[in-house]
């Protein structure tokens, strides 16, 4: 078992007091077309809004933000396949550190100029040939930097944390009993931190992960008990969401505190973000879509229950965008 030990709903709370003034505080829309369609009442928490497109933000500012000033001076080294990677680069800018980021040759190319543009030193690696993980020790080893882990680590889950926070307190300005929040999961990092935060502030409400086909490792883990891999050679347009096993520090939180896992196919994704860009009017990548695509198509039971669904991250690839658009719907 990991020795790192899973941050608390007071750890979460020092977090959001760390990255005040730096992440954004986005809302909680109500849904209103959506929850006339579904027969409930359903709002949305649009971290496509917050700093770089996506919640990766509050975790990579956390993280940096809890290093020794005289550690944090040799700068961070990251994995990922964009958004952690931007949110680490936009991080890393603000407190005056280098940063460099590991980064699959194939990732989405605005996510890859995207963490250029934002000073980050990109070091791209062949998927199927290299382990990004063997690649960013190198890096750190030599450089001294620090390793920053996508989400298996306990200041980044208090960072995405935060957003759970938020999602409490914006339902409660609102009168709302929340019955659920749905939560898009890869690794598991987004979900532990609002799980958490959840569990301290509304412990009436459920959390569930949304995976894609194929990727949902995190629910095969929930049902056997024990982590488990996704599917050898599964495919997704969600690249967001491509960890082949769920963390092992934010399995441990999640299968204590999250209700189930729910899963929707590609195509499902397409229509959720053809909804969003239509009814909410909001840009969403296919990573970030995956919950509102469980409400759309009934995976998730909503009629009558108050349901908060995350909207994960923005950054799609503009080409897929105009595709998805002007495709017919599945």
Request: proline share 5%; net charge negative.
């Amino acid at each position: 078992m990991s020795t790192l030990l899973p941050p608390t709903a007071d750890d979460i709370r020092a977090a959001a007091q760390r990255i005040a003034g730096r992440a954004v505080r986005t809302p909680l829309l109500l849904a209103h077309h959506l929850s006339e369609a579904i027969g409930g009442t359903i709002f949305v928490k649009p971290e496509v809004l917050q700093r770089t497109g996506s919640f990766k933000f509050r975790g990579a500012c956390n993280f940096i933000a809890s290093l020794d000033p005289a550690v944090r001076e040799r700068g961070v080294v990251a994995y990922s396949s964009g958004n952690h990677a931007q949110g680490v680069a936009a991080a890393a800018g603000l407190f005056g550190i280098p940063a460099t980021i590991v980064m699959p040759s194939d990732a989405p190319r605005i996510k890859l100029d995207n963490t250029r543009a934002l000073g980050a030193t990109v070091v791209e690696y062949e998927r199927a040939e290299e382990l990004r993980e063997r690649v960013a020790l190198e890096i750190a080893t030599e450089s001294g930097a620090t390793i920053q882990p996508p989400y298996d680590h306990p200041w980044t889950i208090a960072g995405q944390g935060t957003a759970g926070l938020e999602i409490a307190d914006q339902a409660a300005e609102q009168g709302a009993a929340l019955d659920a929040v749905l939560v898009c999961c890869g690794g598991g990092g987004l979900t532990a931190g609002i799980a958490t935060a959840i569990d301290a502030e509304s412990p009436r409400t459920e959390v569930y992960t949304v995976e894609p086909a194929g990727f949902d490792d995190t629910a095969r883990s929930f049902a056997s008990g024990t982590r488990q891999e996704a599917e050898p050679g599964a495919e997704s347009i969600c690249d967001a969401l491509l960890s082949r096993m769920p963390g092992e520090l934010t399995f441990s939180i999640n299968s204590r505190l999250v209700a189930g896992g729910l899963v929707v196919t590609d195509d499902e994704v397409r229509d959720a973000i053809r909804y969003a860009s239509e009814r909410l009017k909001l840009v969403v990548e296919p990573g970030g879509a995956v919950a509102l695509a469980a409400v759309l198509t009934g995976r998730f039971e909503a009629a009558g229950r108050t349901v908060a669904v995350v909207l994960s991250g923005g950054n799609i690839d503009p080409g897929m965008l105009a595709e998805i658009l002007g495709s017919p719907r599945s």
